[in-house]
């Protein structure tokens, strides 16, 4: 039994001391992933922190695991490399097993829904989420919760900024709220995908924006882009304050 004195008085109190121990903790950024018509965009930024505190500036959140699918996985640091690590080896089991065959990106999210699900006693504390071709060779993005919910989309943001981006991928990708302009706010604008360009100007004014805002949030973004072609990195500065 510890005790508690008071500089104020001369009295002691029993009252005992709790002492916890949380297994878990946060380390920043976010990560953001958009579908096109031909090509799939997984997004992130490289602060990693704890705190108020910057740990690293360049602590890369997304990644090339093969048959052109990316991943991230953002939260807790440490599970998701070992979530990332974990699926990587889970390809090249799956490689083994049938004669290096391509894993589909269906077949992916269903693999990381049972290893997020596996956990689900004592979960990864990570965001995830995956891009890249579906087996029509058009852009698909699936994101899970910590213990394996899953679905797929044409855009979602995750971590710490996810409630700052995701209203604007919402007005910009899935044209949510936009109307045409001589319909008086009648007439629904129609949806459309958009081009890859015109998505590397959005992640950036996203993030950009992002880390006006979020100190958690910045130095660098890199983003991953999946096209017929394969996949291709782009990194852009970020702010360092």
Known sequence: MSTIASEYANEVSNTPIEHQFNPYSDNGGTILGIAGEDFAVLAGDTRHTTDYSINSRYEPKVFDCGDDIIISANGF????????????????????????????????????????????????????????????????????????????????????????????????????NQYTPDSNGKVKRPFKHLSIDEVIKLVRDAFTSATERHIHVGDGLEILIVTKEGVRKEFYELKRD
């Open 77 to 176: 640091a440490a599970d998701g490399e070992a979530l990332v690590k974990r699926f990587k080896n889970s390809i090249k089991w799956y490689h083994f097993d049938n004669n290096d065959k391509k894993l589909a990106l269906s077949s992916a999210a269903r693999n990381i829904q049972h290893l997020l699900y596996g956990k689900r006693f004592f979960p990864y504390y990570v965001h995830t989420i995956i891009a890249g071709l579906d087996e029509e060779g058009k852009g698909a993005v699936y994101s899970f919760d910590p213990v394996g919910s899953y679905e797929r989309e044409f855009c979602r943001a995750g971590g710490a900024a996810a409630s700052l981006i995701m209203p604007f991928l919402d007005n910009q990708v899935n044209f949510k």
